[in-house]
């Protein structure tokens, strides 16, 4: 039998791991080179990154307005330090972390960690996350594991070969169950707060532009998604949550 852990069989290990700058060069490419015409995840993806970003620019520059608000603000550079410290230090490991001479600088600086915080437990989440059961809801199309040695070539398997190295009745359902569980929506959708912590008007106002910004965002995925035999729906902002809720 073959079990192989899903954190051996992905590249980027979580210390590994770090602020994405340019999600906007994020692109997708076919063998002859050219960018993949329909890719409808990055598309939505690219679209709810520049809209989350534009909502955190707003957002940074109406209590931050210069730099000097930020280089004297101790909090904010206390949640620099923890993010980009080690963890044998107790902080986070994060790197890539804008955090030059140890602080942030300016108002792209906290942009930039705001935007990725955000758009990964949100946009990023969603995009893995909720697809899981139609993906691993019926395990022969992906199983976690199988019996026997997987196949070493393209040579064709017959049939009674491909059921002898399906997994057994109980390991299926565990997987159906699970996988239905992960894709569950548990937390308000994206720009839907769960406790309301924003009075300021100014601020009231930057968060009902990105509501609207959402809003149309999700009309142009509807209107695509019409002219398709079966529409990718995993990032509707309706369907995406504020937060990781697992």
Known sequence: MLLVP??????????????????????????????LPQFYQRDDRLALYEAIRDYV????????????????????????????????????????????????NSAEDL????????????VVHAAVNFPQYDTYGFPPNYPPKINGIPPKDKKPLQEEEVVKALIDRATTMDTMIITKI???RSTNALGD??????????????????????????SKI???????ERGYEYLLPQEIPNSISI
């Open 6 to 35: 899903v954190y051996f069989i992905v590249p980027v290990k979580v210390s590994d791991a770090k602020f994405r700058t340019k999600f906007s060069n994020l692109k997708l490419y076919c063998k002859n080179g050219k960018i």
């Open 57 to 104: 620019t707003k957002y940074v520059h109406l209590y931050y307005d210069t730099s000097d608000k930020i280089k004297d603000d101790p909090e904010i550079q206390i949640f620099g330090r923890e993010l980009s410290m080690p963890k044998s230090k107790g902080g986070c490991g994060i790197l890539g972390v804008p955090f030059k001479d140890g602080k942030f």
């Open 111 to 122: 942009i930039l960690v705001f935007t990725s915080v955000i758009y990964t437990s949100s």
């Open 182 to 184: 992960l894709s569950a």
């Open 193 to 218: 707060f769960e406790v309301n912590y924003i009075y300021d008007p100014p601020a009231v106002a930057i968060v009902e532009e990105f509501r609207k910004d959402l809003k149309n965002i999700s």
């Open 222 to 228: 509807h209107e695509r998604n019409e002219k398709l």
